[in-house]
């Protein structure tokens, strides 16, 4: 081989080619040395990458790697290769690793590598890639010629004369690097001393002429040139062929604890065949004869031992990976047991031990599971899989990741997993007959030693029954407050139990979350023992669980740098159940790719890190949450129900006694938050920049802001003040009802405690300080002592009033909360919704019967409601120089959307909309900020002179001249993007700055919402019409109207929801109605339904029960103990209108012997009783 596949490399890093060669030369007669040569040249090519993106380097390469991978633009392959480089260079190294394949793969990848990097370095991207010719033995004359010419070009350099300091620099540079490259190439496998400080030399002093053209330039274009370079560097994917893939799939087989070589453990080219005691992957088994006759290869099969528990489909990176699992089904169908026992005993002729153990265990290893297709054969091998070297990714899922379906039961499916199982994982899933552990919960459906209400029984029966079902994800919805954790632990102790998981993981979005739920295990008591104690829980410190760990409870956060950013292998089977709490929180979708979107822009910036974890692991996926977003379904909901298996409401919980109602919200409305703020063109106003210094500035043109704008874009003080001091007329501190007030960041949280402490102290004079405080996540560095003013706020009397932001928005729990404050605005209903949560536990001790909420941004009207919020998606930020990289690469255009138009089409119409808002907002501050006057001034200059139009007109004439013009005038201005960039800073640094005022305000009217309505009258009466008019539509409401001793609970609730979807609940109709009589009564919504239908008269619910008890006491002769079962009765309709069976099931009935001890006591005439009940409740004498 006379030229180097390397050549290219020359005189753009004459050092990286030097190493390349010296690899190339040392193959194949010596393929240690050609390994360590290239374990060099990742570590170079690392470095002069880590120099090129101005990021500092690491002292080893392992760090180094991990600080790319941090970068989002690294693509995954290339990461693989530098860790492929970098591990078979350490064997090199330290074991003298002599293996022939394993340098030529690594020469290969080196040379992907390279091609890589020049075009990085070059800004070729149509760079033409040279055919890879392997090398031989026949080059060593040819390299002798080129080490020769290196050392008479150094003679030559010596002599030179220099006539100045900048020429006897330079000389002295290229001696060092000479003299490195000859070390290079001389050297083999372990290096003289002087010639490892020659090619340190070498590579320090090239590594340093970057640092100094980098020093050269000044801070902003610093920042550009880094930018530019990084979304460079995402502009092309690494290019690896089908046998490189290959060989990255050995790789991940092999951390995942398989014997795995593809061409030397490979029965097609060596005859490999498996072994006892081994864990095999062998390449390319043959196959028997399919329906047509024909036999084949499967591209691996995964030994256990002798016994055969894997067949895989491995192509190149863009098949669609998930359809070549039907061939993956066909290697399992075709198996043939008889040619494996015929090849072992082949091999084993003369060895009768070995001979034996074939005969013993092989025949015991063959099982067949049918297909639900029955025309086709049995499979032979339980598990499948297809792969094709990608990541996974959820957004391609079809396209990337390890597919495989355990084909043991037709209703598997298949599933995509980031990782490889381990050999004991596939054998403990083989040992383990799912259909046998999911027949225990049939088998023991008896709860009543947990515990549990109804409905938290009917929510664990409805996880059950899908796992038996076979669905992996499960979406479990029950409102704030009624025990979401308790169900959890119910169903966590009766998966165990089962033995269908062998481990669960609880999964929380945050670190309080997690305490609350371990605090929550230690105090629930199974059987007499704590939950804890009855199963080893690993807490939120323990890193990884142990063998016997039964439960882990982890953050997200520590997941994902215990899965994503460690070097640890976190097998996919550590957990085979995860719960997760919270669910609507942090979990959120990947963002659909187009194809040009997955071939030329960075994956990661697609990816949520929260949805990896989720889909990391084999396991079945509970998420729980209060309010099911639809991007929470769209995760865990199953995908042809798209709902969750159970649903318990806050309105059943309200109608079951188990939630407090909340009263009609307060609105404090002021002058400000009514007529907004507006200020005058011309006006100085005050802002406070990012720095925190406070700047004057001259309004242009008038600008007005609403109470939604209020301590964001504009500080109103006294609008703050004097909603603090209305506060002071609603609500008591003193009191054990607590009080919680939402602000809009932590500076309005932190005036708002002042501006409470002043308004409380002129009341109460002796209020103590602790009284009212802010509790965020800012409000400690030490985030125990976060948690510990957490636990204050719940258990102990101060503070009694808490201002905060996001920390205690969601999932903590301090039942004695009676009050909520909105001072800030939310438009999203599951927010709200889980704000409202804050405040609904029931909590009598403190005197708690209901909730109120003091509305003073005009909180309802702008409120979504659930069915009209979107998903929330990871949203890439693609900026301006990618969007350019993209119309400057030709390979763009040939890329084709759903549309019809090219890649590049698509990014260059974003691009004109960027520029087009840059613009719009340029206009709006010309003339007002004299930095954005230069600014634009020098870019109208750049535009005439190369476009022909000022900036503010760029957009229109880039978007009529198209996308290569754009490109082509863009690229010839210097920096024009940076410029552009810096521009958009300045100006959203502006927007950013808000405007204090000191505009008086006051207090104009506190008005009290009714549903949609202001006046309780106007409320009253649209509650009337509307019973008037569906009465006869309604089901239940009908039964209410005509026939309400035959409601049954079921019908209660359903009406019960009906009408608060309709913003008609008990709490409301209670305070319009005595708002409008001055009468107090506590009706229930069916009293109000047949008040407004029939004229009936609006008593007291517990009025009606209590006459209804006595004329049943009246009716017959009855026993003590029956007479204080009727008292009892009587209280249970009092809270629940309707009982059922399920009211048995729970509480003190439950405890007493629930419903087959009152039929006994009752003389099996209770359901006679109830009916009387019903029936005497609502007749005339009521």
């Known amino acids: 081989m006379a030229a180097s596949n390397f050549n290219f490399l020359k005189g753009t890093n004459d050092f990286l080619f030097a190493i390349a060669r010296a690899a190339e030369n040392n193959y194949p007669d010596d393929p240690n040395t050609t390994?360590?040569?290239?374990?060099?040249?990742?570590?170079?090519?690392?470095?002069?990458?880590?120099?090129?993106?101005?990021?500092?380097?690491?002292?080893?390469?392992?760090?180094?790697?991990?600080?790319?991978a941090k970068i989002p633009f690294v693509d995954d392959s290339i990461l693989q290769v530098f860790h492929k480089l970098r591990k078979i260079g350490n064997q090199a190294v330290h074991e003298y690793h002599n293996d022939l394949p394993d340098a030529e793969m690594c020469l290969r990848l080196a040379f992907r590598l390279s091609v890589w990097y020049y075009r990085l370095v070059t800004k070729k991207y149509d760079?033409?890639?040279?055919?890879?010719?392997?090398?031989?033995?026949?080059?060593?004359?040819?390299?002798?010629?080129?080490?020769?010419?290196?050392?008479?070009?150094?003679?030559?350099?010596?002599?030179?004369?220099?006539?100045?300091?900048?020429?006897?620099?330079?000389?002295?540079?290229?001696?060092?690097?000479?003299?490195?490259?000859?070390?290079?190439?001389?050297?083999?496998?372990?290096?003289?001393e002087e010639q490892t400080q020659a090619r340190i030399s070498a590579l320090e002093a090239k590594l340093k002429e970057k640092d100094q053209e980098l020093a050269e330039k000044t801070e902003v274009e610093r920042k550009v040139y880094k930018k530019q370079i990084t979304q460079e560097a995402a502009s092309r994917a690494l290019n690896i062929d089908e046998e490189e893939t290959r060989f990255l799939i050995d790789a991940q087989l092999r951390k995942a604890g398989w014997d795995v070589d593809s061409k030397n453990l490979n029965f097609k080219s060596h005859g490999t065949c498996p072994?006892?005691?081994?864990?095999?992957?062998?390449?390319?088994?043959?196959?028997?004869?399919?329906?047509?006759?024909?036999?084949?290869?499967?591209?691996?099969?995964?030994?256990?031992?002798?016994?055969?528990?894997?067949?895989?489909?491995?192509?190149?990176?863009?098949?669609?990976?998930?359809?070549?699992?039907?061939?993956?089904?066909?290697?399992s169908r075709y198996f043939d047991y008889d040619f494996l026992r015929g090849e072992l005993q082949a091999q084993a002729t003369n060895d009768e031990e070995w001979l034996h153990q074939v005969a013993e265990q092989l025949p015991n290893y063959h099982s067949t599971w049918s297909d639900s297709d029955k025309k086709q054969p049995d499979f032979q091998i339980p598990f499948c899989f297809s792969v094709n070297g990608r990541d996974y990714r959820a957004a391609i899922k079809s396209k990337s990741g390890i597919w495989y379906r355990d084909a043991r039961h037709s209703t598997n499916l298949a599933k995509a997993l980031p990782e490889w199982h381990r050999p004991e994982e596939l054998m403990a899933m083989l040992e383990t007959d799912y259909q046998k552990r999911n027949q225990w919960f049939a088998e023991h459906s008896d709860m009543s030693e947990l515990g549990l209400r109804y409905y938290q029984e009917d929510a664990v029966k409805a996880v059950e029954q899908a796992i038996v079902k076979g669905q992996q994800d499960i979406l479990l919805a029950m409102a704030t407050g009624t025990g979401k954790t308790r169900t959890a632990i119910a169903l966590m102790f009766r998966l165990i139990q089962s033995q269908r998981f062998k481990r669960i993981l609880f999964l929380v979005d945050r670190t309080?979350?997690?305490?609350?739920?371990?605090?929550?295990?230690?105090?629930?008591?199974?059987?007499?023992?704590?939950?804890?104690?009855?199963?080893?829980?690993?807490?939120?410190?323990?890193?990884?669980?142990?063998?016997?760990?039964?439960?882990?409870?982890?953050?997200?956060?520590?997941?994902?740098?215990?899965?994503l950013q460690s070097d640890e292998v976190m097998p996919v089977s550590r957990y085979d159940c995860i719960?997760?709490?919270?669910?609507?929180?942090?979990?959120?979708?990947?963002?659909?790719?187009?194809?040009?979107?997955?071939?030329?822009?960075?994956?990661?910036?697609?990816?949520?890190?929260?949805?990896?974890?989720?889909?990391?692991?084999?396991?079945?996926?509970?998420?729980?949450?209060?309010?099911?977003?639809?991007?929470?379904?769209?995760?865990?909901?199953?995908?042809?129900?798209?709902?969750?298996?159970?649903?318990?409401?806050?309105?059943?919980?309200?109608?079951?006694?188990?939630?407090?109602?909340?009263?009609?919200?307060?609105?404090?409305?002021?002058?400000?938050?009514?007529?907004?703020?507006?200020?005058?063109?011309?006006?100085?106003?005050?802002?406070?920049?990012?720095?925190?210094?406070?700047?004057?500035?001259?309004?242009?043109?008038?600008?007005?802001?609403?109470?939604?704008?209020?301590?964001?874009?504009?500080?109103?003080s006294d609008f703050n003040r004097v909603v603090c001091?209305?506060?002071?007329?609603?609500?008591?501190?003193?009191?054990?009802?607590?009080?919680?007030?939402?602000?809009?960041?932590?500076?309005?949280?932190?005036?708002?405690?002042?501006?409470?402490?002043?308004?409380?102290?002129?009341?109460?004079?002796?209020?103590?300080?602790?009284?009212?405080?802010?509790?965020?996540?800012?409000?400690?560095?030490?985030?125990?002592?976060?948690?510990?003013?957490?636990?204050?706020?719940?258990?102990?009397?101060?503070?009694?009033?808490?201002?905060?932001?996001?920390?205690?928005?969601?999932?903590?729990?301090?039942?004695?909360?009676?009050?909520?404050?909105?001072?800030?605005?939310?438009?999203?209903?599951?927010?709200?919704?889980?704000?409202k949560g804050r405040a609904t536990r029931l909590c009598p001790e403190v005197g708690k019967t209901s909730f109120r909420i003091f509305d003073a941004v005009d909180l309802y009207s702008s409120l979504q409601s659930v069915d009209t919020m979107r998903p929330v998606v990871?949203?890439?930020?693609?900026?301006?120089?990618?969007?350019?990289?993209?119309?400057?690469?030709?390979?763009t255009y040939k890329v084709k959307e759903a549309d019809g138009r090219s890649f590049a089409e698509h990014s260059h119409e974003q691009l004109v909309a960027k520029l087009q808002r840059v613009s719009t907002q340029a206009r709006f501050y010309q003339g007002r900020n004299k930095e954005v006057d230069r600014q634009i001034a020098h870019l109208d200059e750049l535009c005439q002179t190369h476009a022909g139009c000022d900036f503010l007109s760029l957009p229109r004439i880039l978007k009529d001249k198209g996308a290569r013009?754009?490109?082509?005038?863009?690229?010839?201005?210097?920096?024009?993007?940076?410029?552009?960039?810096?521009?958009?800073?300045?100006?959203?640094?502006?927007?950013?700055?808000?405007?204090?005022?000191?505009?008086?305000?006051?207090?104009?009217?506190?008005?009290?919402?009714?549903?949609?309505?202001?006046?309780?009258?106007?409320?009253?009466?649209?509650?009337?019409?509307?019973?008037?008019?569906?009465?006869?539509?309604?089901?239940?409401?009908?039964?209410?109207?005509?026939r309400p001793r035959d409601l049954t609970r079921k019908g209660l609730v359903e009406l019960q929801e009906w009408f608060d979807a309709q913003k008609y609940d008990d709490a409301t109709l209670r305070k319009a109605w005595q708002a409008v009589t001055n009468q107090d009564i506590a009706a229930r919504l069916v009293g109000h339904i047949r008040r407004a239908a029939i004229g009936c008269a609006l008593l007291p619910f517990e009025e009606r029960v209590d006459h209804a008890l006595e004329k049943i006491k009246a009716g017959h002769t009855w026993s003590e103990e029956q007479l204080s079962w009727l008292a009892y009765i009587s209280v249970a309709i009092k809270e629940k209108v309707v009982l059922d069976d399920d009211t048995f099931k729970a509480g003190n009935f439950k405890r007493r012997g629930g419903k087959n001890k009152l039929m006994n006591v009752f003389d099996g005439e209770l359901d006679s009783i109830l009916t009387q009940f019903n029936e005497y409740l609502w007749d005339e004498r009521a």
Not at 161 to 174: G, L, P, S
Not at 286 to 311: I, N, Q, R
Request: glycine fraction near 4%.
């Open 512 to 563: 309080s979350l997690g305490k609350q739920a371990l605090d929550a295990f230690e105090d629930t008591q199974i059987k007499g023992d704590s939950f804890n104690s009855i199963f080893n829980i690993k807490g939120l410190t323990d890193r990884f669980p142990e063998d016997s760990t039964k439960i882990h409870v982890a953050t997200v956060q520590s997941l994902v740098k215990r899965t």
């Open 725 to 835: 001091e209305e506060l002071v007329n609603h609500i008591d501190p003193t009191s054990p009802q607590k009080t919680l007030v939402f602000c809009v960041n932590n500076t309005h949280a932190d005036n708002v405690v002042l501006a409470l402490q002043e308004a409380f102290q002129a009341k109460y004079p002796d209020l103590e300080h602790d009284a009212i405080q802010k509790i965020t996540g800012d409000s400690d560095k030490d985030a125990n002592k976060v948690q510990s003013m957490i636990t204050r706020f719940k258990k102990e009397r101060l503070p009694n009033i808490v201002v905060t932001v996001d920390l205690l928005t969601t999932g903590i729990d301090v039942p004695s909360i009676c009050n909520l404050v909105f001072m800030r605005k939310v438009r999203s209903r599951i927010l709200y919704e889980q704000m």
């Open 965 to 1042: 013009w754009t490109a082509e005038v863009i690229n010839n201005i210097t920096n024009l993007v940076g410029r552009i960039e810096q521009l958009k800073k300045d100006i959203n640094d502006l927007r950013d700055m808000p405007i204090f005022t000191d505009i008086p305000d006051e207090v104009v009217t506190i008005e009290t919402l009714y549903g949609a309505f202001n006046k309780p009258e106007d409320f009253l009466e649209a509650f009337d019409r509307l019973v008037q008019a569906t009465g006869n539509q309604h089901e239940a409401l009908d039964i209410v109207i005509n």
């Open 35 to 68: 390994l360590v040569k290239l374990r060099m040249f990742g570590e170079a090519t690392a470095k002069h990458l880590a120099k090129l993106l101005d990021m500092d380097v690491p002292e080893n390469q392992h760090d180094l790697l991990r600080e790319l």
């Open 579 to 716: 719960i997760v709490d919270e669910a609507h929180r942090g979990y959120i979708l990947d963002k659909e790719q187009t194809e040009g979107e997955l071939q030329f822009r960075n994956q990661l910036d697609y990816i949520s890190a929260y949805r990896r974890i989720i889909d990391h692991f084999d396991a079945v996926k509970v998420a729980l949450t209060a309010t099911p977003a639809l991007h929470t379904i769209d995760i865990f909901c199953d995908e042809k129900k798209r709902k969750p298996v159970y649903r318990y409401s806050y309105r059943q919980a309200v109608v079951d006694g188990y939630l407090t109602d909340q009263e009609p919200p307060i609105q404090i409305i002021t002058k400000l938050s009514r007529d907004g703020v507006y200020m005058n063109g011309g006006s100085v106003v005050t802002r406070l920049s990012p720095q925190g210094e406070l700047i004057n500035d001259t309004l242009e043109d008038e600008q007005g802001f609403e109470v939604a704008d209020f301590n964001r874009s504009l500080i109103a």
């Open 874 to 891: 990871v949203r890439p930020q693609v900026d301006l120089q990618t969007l350019v990289n993209e119309i400057t690469d030709s390979e």
């Open 127 to 192: 760079f033409a890639v040279p055919v890879f010719v392997l090398p031989t033995s026949e080059n060593s004359e040819y390299y002798e010629q080129e080490i020769l010419s290196l050392k008479q070009e150094l003679v030559q350099a010596r002599q030179n004369q220099t006539q100045n300091q900048a020429e006897f620099e330079a000389q002295q540079a290229k001696l060092v690097a000479l003299n490195g490259y000859i070390s290079v190439l001389e050297s083999k496998q372990e290096e003289t």
């Open 275 to 331: 072994q006892v005691g081994r864990n095999m992957a062998i390449a390319e088994w043959p196959t028997g004869k399919d329906e047509t006759g024909k036999t084949g290869w499967a591209d691996y099969v995964l030994f256990v031992g002798l016994k055969p528990v894997g067949v895989i489909e491995a192509k190149k990176k863009n098949t669609d990976v998930a359809a070549k699992l039907n061939e993956a089904y066909r290697y």
